[in-house]
């Protein structure tokens, strides 16, 4: 079946440290994108990436890296530098928009990252 | 600048109707999306408006006024399961795969 995979969904971190987290699609799109959600907040754009290889900042972005060397994969890595990292992390993907396609965000399960 | 307003909560009653409203003030304007959202799950998408007017889909339907930047979320025949956020989002310029910017999520409580 179709559809994107982030892993792990339950992470846990001691301050200090970097974490990567997964996400794999298997439906072919081009675009990919990390949202962070924190309660009562909604979500909230770190980065996109529309093609392999390039990928953009978005609003908070501060203390996150990405890379996207394949299509069907954007790991996120959660660094030192971020200053308030714990939060549900949603990993999703897209098509072009055109006449036919909504190019509505197919999102991932998530994954929950605790910093102690 | 962006800005997204839904009301933060709402509670109705099974098998009534309830209406969810959103509004919009952005740069650009190509596409309004609503997504459900269970507790501790990914948000799932339910409708999309790009032109002025009534999209239904089942027990569920959505409005646009792009004029009015007012859009509004509709759910008939309440069922328990329709406990959930629901996430507004616009897609706010015309080119490319444009990442969606999204509301704060109106959590919605359904009574027996």
């Known amino acids: 079946d179709g559809g994107i995979t982030q892993s792990p969904k339950y992470l846990f971190r001691k301050e200090g440290q970097n974490v990567t987290l997964s996400c794999e699609q298997n439906l072919n799109h081009d675009a990919m994108y990390w949202y962070r959600q924190d309660p009562g907040q909604g979500l909230r754009l770190i980065y996109y990436s529309q093609i392999v290889n390039d990928f953009q900042k978005g609003d908070i972005a501060e203390g996150y890296s990405v890379s996207r060397e394949k299509k069907e994969s954007f790991p996120l890595t959660v660094t030192s530098a971020q200053k308030n990292p714990t939060a549900f992390y949603l990993c999703?993907?897209?098509?072009?928009?055109?006449?036919?396609?909504?190019?509505?965000?197919?999102f991932g399960e998530g994954s929950r990252l605790t910093v102690l | 600048g962006q800005n997204i307003d839904q009301p933060t909560e709402m509670t109705a009653t099974e098998g009534a109707i309830v209406q969810i409203n959103c509004t919009y003030q952005t740069s650009g304007f190509n596409g309004l999306f609503w997504y459900q959202q269970h507790a501790g799950e990914a948000p799932t998408f339910l409708s999309y408006?790009?032109?002025?007017g009534l999209e239904e889909k089942g027990r569920f339907s959505s409005f646009l006024s792009r004029s009015k930047g007012y859009s509004y979320l509709l759910l008939k025949e309440l069922q328990m399961k329709d406990s959930a956020s629901y996430l507004c989002?616009?897609?706010?310029?015309?080119?490319?795969?444009?990442?969606?910017?999204f509301g704060k999520g109106t959590r919605l409580s359904v009574i027996a």
């Open positions: 989002a616009v897609r706010d310029r015309y080119s490319g795969n444009t990442p969606l910017v």
């Open positions: 999703a993907s897209s098509i072009l928009p055109d006449r036919v396609n909504t190019g509505e965000l197919f």
């Open positions: 408006n790009v032109l002025d």
